[in-house]
């Protein structure tokens, strides 16, 4: 018939043959009820589908040419075409076919076993018909539903459930959907019903889930549940904004737990004690990243940022994180491992960088280093050297030079004391005392004005023997004794000399108990005039002597706490302990006074001036021109690592320049600076 050209009288009744035929197929399957419509659904499709390729083969010469000349759809294609015409899309098959598989697909969601085979063989037929015809006429309607499901489910589980029970069932039913796929859709649906269950169980609710009472988030995070806190960090990863919801959460419970901690008087009573506190919580806190949040850099980033945010209200965190650091390395790590110490340290320097004004903290090191080192009160040299290889990284070589230059003091020292002790015993002298004299190179040390205290003559003397030594010896130097960095070791008798004693006292605490050799009882006034301590370094110390509960070698009357300049004092005969040697240290807080606060702080301010004198002028130099707002801007990225220069103080620098002439004043415009060469 092609031949004789009639190929179009056989295409149109194959295609009107094959009509026919389906009419009479539609209203077979349409007669169906229940499970029984999509068995004889996929029968008649089977056939159909047989049929059709069968008759392909016969009008193959049809297909390679006519249909090709005319470009009408190949003949298997027209059985396709007109079964999705004819079959599927009739109206009553298509509403009854969504509905059967709309309720096979809710019952197995309910828990109900289902052909899974049929309903494979069904979205089979639809995916052979076209994707378009998958899509149309089943997946946009599948996915609906779902939405429908899921959202009415998430009202329900969440009014019933916490946020772990909930979270269970949100991910149990994502896993469902995925094996359902797998099953017996369209691999093509996996994304589009996950995305759609994710905005219905996560996205819709994460807030809520984020914020429930008792069990959202900030309760996970406080009784470190690294299950669940795992579980909502992979469900709100699935979607957008879900991790940033996480992350401010997080960075906001920190703050205020962190702002309550440096806020409470109670807390930062003791220093070493508020920043185990923090050591502690940053830990946890740490933990929970590693553990739950797949070690994510944005959620360590948003720790470190809550930290530094909180630490630096407390203004005296630099000092305590060094009475901290001085504790451990006094006595915190005896007997610990080499790694032990150097996770201590590690987690000491985390903190260390929260710092804004590491300067401070710098002066407060120094100063408890003098002490570990004078004294020789220091766990180890290594991991003395440690924390300043650490600090040396971290803040570069001008930071830890002066603090390096104390350890070398200490050395030779050392080495001076040998040779002092070498040349007495070549003159054949021998001091009345034991000398151990340290010498500091001034500016290195965080010495003071010498202050004024009466030695016993002894101590004067030997002293006067090791000067005269030292400067032969150093030609051009000066030597002023620091009494109050000292310490020395007293053997005392009580009991009539029936209880001996080996004392560790300070310098100022040996001159008052050598004035009780002379003397039965003395009062504050007198003890005041013969030593000439300063007022507040002297009650320190008679507190230290006679109130310190074991260790009170002296009697104070009346008794108290505090020491006023009416006391009297009498060296107490009766004191016993079991030790023989006894280290009576000085009564004082170990953080600062705010006498000290006040004065340590303006030390810090004086000497932030030429820094940020040295920042404007290196800054000017490269640049010529710059305006205010930009000077300031400069200065404040360049001391960043060191301190956060207060804008007043710069442009009162800026004023001290442009008078000393390094700067002046454009004329045209008195924002803009001009570098005077």
């Not at 906001?252 to 440096?262: D, M, T, Y």
Request: proline content about 3%.
């Amino acid at each position: 018939m092609v031949l004789h050209k009639f190929g179009d009288k056989l295409y149109n009744g194959v295609a009107g043959a094959l009509r026919s035929h389906l009419a009479g197929v539609a209203a077979r399957i349409e007669a169906a009820q229940g499970l029984p419509f999509l068995k004889e659904l996929k029968s008649c499709w089977d056939d159909h589908n047989k049929s059709t390729q069968m008759i392909r083969d016969i009008l193959m010469y049809m297909d390679r040419t006519y249909v090709t000349q005319q470009h009408k759809a190949p003949v298997f294609q027209l059985g396709l075409d007109l079964w999705r015409e004819q079959v599927v899309r009739q109206p009553q098959i298509h509403q009854r076919l969504l509905a059967i598989l709309g309720d096979m697909v809710s019952r197995e969601r309910a828990g109900e076993i289902v052909d899974r085979a049929l309903l494979r063989a069904t979205t089979q037929m639809l995916m052979d018909l076209g994707k378009p015809t998958y899509e149309e006429d089943f997946e946009r309607h599948f996915l609906a539903t779902a939405a429908d499901f899921y959202a009415k489910e998430a009202q329900e589980v969440i009014a019933s459930s916490n946020a772990p029970e909930y979270m269970l069932k949100a991910e149990r039913r994502l896993a469902e959907e995925v094996e359902r796929v797998k099953n017996y859709l369209d691999e093509s649906t996996e994304p589009k019903i996950t995305h759609v269950a994710e905005h219905e169980l996560i996205t819709v609710q994460m807030k809520a889930l984020v914020e429930m009472e008792g069990s959202g988030l900030v309760p996970l995070l406080m009784d470190d549940k690294y299950e669940d806190l795992g579980r909502m960090y992979s469900l709100f990863k699935r979607v957008d904004d879900g991790l940033a919801l996480l992350r401010s959460v997080m960075g906001s419970h920190i703050k205020e737990e962190g702002r309550a901690l440096v806020n409470d008087p109670e807390k930062t009573k003791d220093p070493v004690e508020y920043v185990s506190v923090l050591l502690g919580m940053r830990d946890k806190y740490e933990a929970s990243i590693s553990r739950a949040f797949a070690d994510d850099k944005s959620f360590r980033n948003t720790l470190n940022q809550s930290f530094e945010a909180f630490i630096n209200q407390q203004q005296r965190s630099p000092e305590f994180i060094s009475l901290f650091i001085d504790d451990r390395l006094r006595k915190g790590l005896k007997g610990a491992s080499e790694g032990e110490v150097e996770a201590t340290l590690d987690k000491v320097m985390a903190l260390f960088r929260y710092l804004q004004e590491k300067d401070v903290f710098e002066k407060y090191y120094k100063q408890h280093l003098a002490k570990r080192l004078l004294s020789g009160r220091t766990v180890s040299d290594d991991a003395e050297r440690n924390m300043l290889v650490k600090l040396k990284t971290e803040c570069g070589y001008q930071f830890t030079s002066k603090l390096e230059s104390m350890f070398t003091d200490i050395k030779t020292s050392r080495d001076t004391m040998g040779d002092f002790k070498a040349r007495l015993a070549e003159q054949g002298e021998e001091l009345p005392l034991d000398l151990s004299v340290q010498v500091l190179t001034t500016g290195s040390w965080p010495t003071q004005a010498a202050s004024k205290c009466v030695l016993p003559a002894q101590l004067e003397g030997a002293c006067e023997t090791f000067r005269q030594f030292y400067l032969g010896a150093h030609s051009g130097r000066r030597l002023s004794w620091q009494t109050n960095m000292g310490t020395a070791d007293l053997k005392a008798n009580f009991n009539n000399g029936k209880a001996k004693h080996e004392i560790t006292v300070s310098t100022y605490q040996m001159v008052v108990l050598l004035l009780f050799n002379e003397a039965e009882q003395l009062s504050y006034r007198e003890i005041a005039e013969a030593t000439e301590i300063p007022a507040q370094e002297l009650k320190r110390s008679l507190q230290s002597l006679a109130c310190a509960k074991g260790k009170n070698v002296l009697r104070k009357e009346p008794m108290s706490k505090e020491v006023e300049e009416s006391d009297s004092f009498t060296f107490n005969d009766a004191f016993t302990s079991k030790l023989y040697k006894i280290k009576i240290g000085t009564v004082s807080a170990q953080k600062e006074g705010e006498v000290e606060k006040q004065e340590t702080r303006h030390k810090v301010e004086e000497d932030r001036k030429p820094q940020i004198e040295a920042a404007i002028v290196r800054i000017m130099k490269s640049r010529k021109r710059l305006d205010h707002n930009a000077v300031v801007s400069e200065v404040t990225r360049q001391l960043a690592s060191r301190f956060l220069p207060n804008p007043a103080v710069i442009k009162k620098r800026i004023e001290s320049l442009i008078e000393r002439e390094f700067l002046e004043r454009d004329p045209n415009d008195r924002k803009v600076y001009v570098y005077l060469a």
